[in-house]
């Protein structure tokens, strides 16, 4: 048994966004958690943001939500012997190195490991610019219990307490799959560990650790808050992949969906134990097979929970039908996101997204026949893009606000660790692992888009710009004007402090600003 602290580090804000992207509740970290314990470690968490929610300090261009470095290290206990850190975002690097930094300079006893995307993107960086002991790639759950019964076998055999536990990780983790280290100064990446097999074997997120509440009541959520909202998974993985995406580098391109009913049995847990009512999944693309979203959907009419659920990072939308739309809604699903990135064949063809006009404009009818909530996602700036490119982007924005889908979200292109499009630019010296490359995913939610953001290669920033809100223009005017009963229930839901829609979520968060401004001046 190991005494193993887990932290949650503090996170980066772009203080200048039109968009308040905020963290919500670490689920990678609770899913290791639960296996750490399973496993018969002693596990506690350090959760910066959830134990500071409202403590935002300006940093240079960014603000730092959250605990301070120092009052993480403090919350170290004496007997601690391993510390695990999540980093799920590239750009909050700089902050979760210092906490690495000075966790190792305070407990140079305590092994430090990290996980997640960012370490999954970007290992041997992870391994040259910090002090970080052992990096746990892809997948964690299986190599993070791995990993520490390997380690606590090598600590059995120490005669006096180590020292210097980078230097000699590679005792007890070579060959171990899943994870990089350092030996004699040079990164050692093992290979790969297979995806869990069997996920229903995982155990369930270990939310007891965590100040749930805290994250509801400040509205660190994502999507739309249409109650007492907490996260869920029902599926891992996705089946495409497109260039300037790192599932494939992350999770390979293997989806793997629940059990159905255990999924709502979990949702059924949180509705008794936090009172929960709405469910934003964290899938990268839960509507795959449509065998398993009608099961998963009929599962949830029956046991009527009287919930919510939606999928605010986006889904494919090829099974999307007449059934599975009437279920959805049925079963409490609110908001669909789909990502065609592009109206023109040619970028999707070029970022292999593999999907078809017809595909999405049939989802999108489906779907709003039974009243479902649905925003599209548009990307501008891929790599080669074209003026050619945009205006199909705007046709089709302006035929979506035609149809009535609720919203669509235009951002940027920002290159991504561990993906195709990534490894293309750096061949081409275009993607040094600069503090601007890093800040850009929350930077490119910028009103215009910064030159030292622009990785288009063939439009100014400027472009860019002008046809996002062209895109924007396109899109909100038809919507407003032959959809005139939104513009009543956004006003509407503006004044009662409800979230229906993505326009609304972004009222409220312009509302909450105007106000807290306003207090802080008197
Ligand atoms: C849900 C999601 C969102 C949600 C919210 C996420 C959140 N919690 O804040 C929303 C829609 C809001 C969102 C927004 C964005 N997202 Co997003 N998102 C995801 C998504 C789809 C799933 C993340 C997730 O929960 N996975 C499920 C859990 C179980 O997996 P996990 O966190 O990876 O944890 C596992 C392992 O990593 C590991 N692990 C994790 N921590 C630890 C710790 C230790 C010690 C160990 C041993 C192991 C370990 O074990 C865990 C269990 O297996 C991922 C893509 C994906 N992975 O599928 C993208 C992803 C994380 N998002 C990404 C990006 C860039 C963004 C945006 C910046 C995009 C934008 N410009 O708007 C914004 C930023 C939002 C913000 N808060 O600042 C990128 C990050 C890439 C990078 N290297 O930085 C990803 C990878 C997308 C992609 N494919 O490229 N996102």
Redesign the pocket.
Known sequence: MLRIQ?IHPP?FLNPTALTA?????????A??AASLRKAGHEVSVIDAVGAAPERTVRDGKVARLGLTIEQIVERITPDTQVV????????SWRVVRELIEAVKRARPDVLV??????F??LPEFSLRESPIDIC?L????E??VE?MRRYESWLAKQNTPPTELRERVHEWADGLPGVAYMKAGEPVIEARRDRVRDIDEIPNPAWDLFEVAVYDANRLV??IKFGVTM?I?AT?G?PYRCNY???PN??TTKWVARDAKLVVDEIEHYVRTYGANNFPF???TAIVRKDWIVAFATELIERDLKITWQL??GTRCEVVDDEVSSLLRRSGGRSLNFAPESGSEAVRKKVRKQMKEESLFKAVDAALAHKLNISAFFVMGFPGDTVEDLKQTVKWAGRLGRLGIDDVAV?FY?P????TFFRELEEQGKAELTEDLMLA??F??DSKLRDEHNYSQTLSSRTLTYWRYRTVYAFYWRAFLLHPTRGFRILGNLLRGREESKMDSFMQILKERFFTKRAAKA
């Open positions: 887990l996170a992207l905020r963290p919500s509740l670490p689920l990678g970290l899913y290791v695990g850190i999540t980093s799920m975002f590239t750009y490991l990290g996980g997640g995307e960012h999954t993107g746990a892809g997948e964690g759950e190599t993070a990993c994502n999507g996260p998974l891992r996705c995406c790192s599932s992350m999770w964290q899938d990268l605010p990072s951002g920002f991504i660790p561990g993906t995913p929350i490119v939610h």
